[in-house]
């Protein structure tokens, strides 16, 4: 089965997904971890976990038997860009409202 390519926020907006997310940045998990977290059979998780990857949210690393989940900051890197854009955006435009407003009051 082919995993399909998503963008960053198809990436985060599955739930399961987030909560993946979030309980990996408290530790790194073996992906049966991970599996005891969820309602869902192992080739599900295994799924996300693919998802998280090809995405640059986490890497798998494996050790002995077992296959660890860890954070990785290149899908976060993707996001953080667009949250900025839409940061300076928004400084910009409640700068020039701080403008005309201190321009258009008495002295």
Same mark, same amino acid.
């Given at each position: #089965?082919? +995993? !399909?390519?998503?963008?960053?926020?198809?990436? +985060? $907006?599955? !739930? =399961?997904?987030?909560?993946? *997310?979030?309980?990996?940045?408290?530790?790194?998990? /073996?992906?049966? =971890?991970?599996? @005891?977290? %969820?309602? #869902?059979?192992? !080739?599900?998780? =295994?799924?996300? +976990?693919?998802? *998280?990857? /090809?995405? $640059?949210?986490? =890497? +798998?690393?494996? #050790? $002995?038997? @077992?296959?660890?989940? /860890?954070?990785?900051?290149? $899908?976060?890197? @993707?996001?953080?860009?667009?949250?900025?854009?839409?940061?300076? %955006?928004? /400084? *910009?435009?409640?700068?020039?409202? @701080?403008?005309?407003?201190?321009?258009?009051? !008495?002295?």
């Amino acid at each position: #089965m082919a +995993i !399909p390519t998503l963008d960053t926020f198809q990436v +985060i $907006g599955d !739930p =399961s997904r987030r909560k993946m *997310l979030m309980l990996l940045s408290e530790d790194s998990l /073996t992906i049966n =971890s991970l599996a @005891e977290n %969820f309602d #869902m059979s192992r !080739p599900a998780v =295994s799924k996300h +976990i693919k998802i *998280l990857q /090809t995405a $640059g949210f986490i =890497s +798998i690393q494996d #050790m $002995g038997r @077992e296959r660890y989940c /860890t954070l990785k900051k290149d $899908g976060f890197e @993707e996001l953080q860009a667009w949250l900025s854009y839409f940061d300076q %955006f928004w /400084t *910009l435009r409640l700068k020039k409202l @701080e403008n005309l407003l201190n321009n258009k009051l !008495p002295n």
